[in-house]
């Protein structure tokens, strides 16, 4: 994972928001994902964009992409109980499936 | 529910065995790959397999091999275990035809003492 850096904890209050940050290095990433690990589970596929948008948005998430700086980030809006998780950022390559992942950011919402 | 199923879901080894670990992808899927995730890390890559053939390999030693099926279904087996080999491992399938969305299974969690 040495392509791709998060920060490793973030704790936010139940209600608010939360921001998740990662930064990559490689130019020529054409997708980058955010996946969700809960507990003893596999990754679960929250959202992913395509390199030449800047920013999308599905319900409580909301990813922005600098593509300049090669910095993703991931919002969640009115954090849950159950968004304590484990948030990885991974980026592909245009025809690459392989995935490139992050370290995992341990995310924990407390009431 | 990604349709994508790993068994078993967990497996005790002694180290020098042989394991094998199996996935189904989902429907309409014919790319496999295979991740291993050991504990507090990211996946990192081990091999990728695509109608049948490898099509990309990790920085992973060849006593970790694969196969896929005409289903699209798909084997790791690994060779002299090591306790290092210890680690959660998952499968994700994807589809040429939906670049981008790779869905993963819950993973096969490999214990080696």
């Known amino acids: 994972g040495e392509d791709v850096e998060q920060s490793l904890f973030l704790s936010v209050r139940e209600g608010d928001s939360s921001v998740i940050n990662c930064t990559y290095t490689?130019?020529?990433?054409?997708?980058l994902y955010w996946y969700k690990q809960e507990p003893g589970a596999g990754l679960q596929l929250l959202t992913y964009i395509f390199s030449n948008m800047d920013m999308k948005q599905d319900q409580r998430l909301t990813v922005l992409l600098n593509k300049k700086d090669k910095h993703l980030s991931l919002r969640i809006a009115d954090t849950q109980t159950g968004d304590s998780a484990i948030y990885f950022c991974a980026e592909t390559r245009s025809n690459d499936y392989k995935l490139s992942f992050g370290a995992g950011t341990t995310v924990t919402v407390r009431a | 529910e990604t349709g994508v199923t790993q068994s078993p879901t967990h497996l005790i080894k002694t180290r020098g065995q042989q394991v094998t670990l199996r996935c189904s992808s989902q429907?309409?899927?014919?790319?496999v790959s295979w991740y291993q995730q050991a504990l507090g890390q990211g996946p990192q890559f081990i091999f990728q397999y695509y109608r049948e053939e490898e099509n990309g390999r990790g920085n992973f030693p060849p006593r970790f091999s694969g196969l896929q099926f005409p289903n699209y279904s798909s084997e790791l087996n690994v060779n002299a275990l090591e306790l290092d080999d210890s680690a959660l491992y998952l499968c994700a399938s994807s589809s040429s035809l939906q670049v981008g969305e790779a869905f993963f299974g819950q993973g096969t969690r490999l214990t080696v003492v």
């Open positions: 490689d130019s020529s990433s054409t997708y």
């Open positions: 429907s309409g899927h014919n790319t």
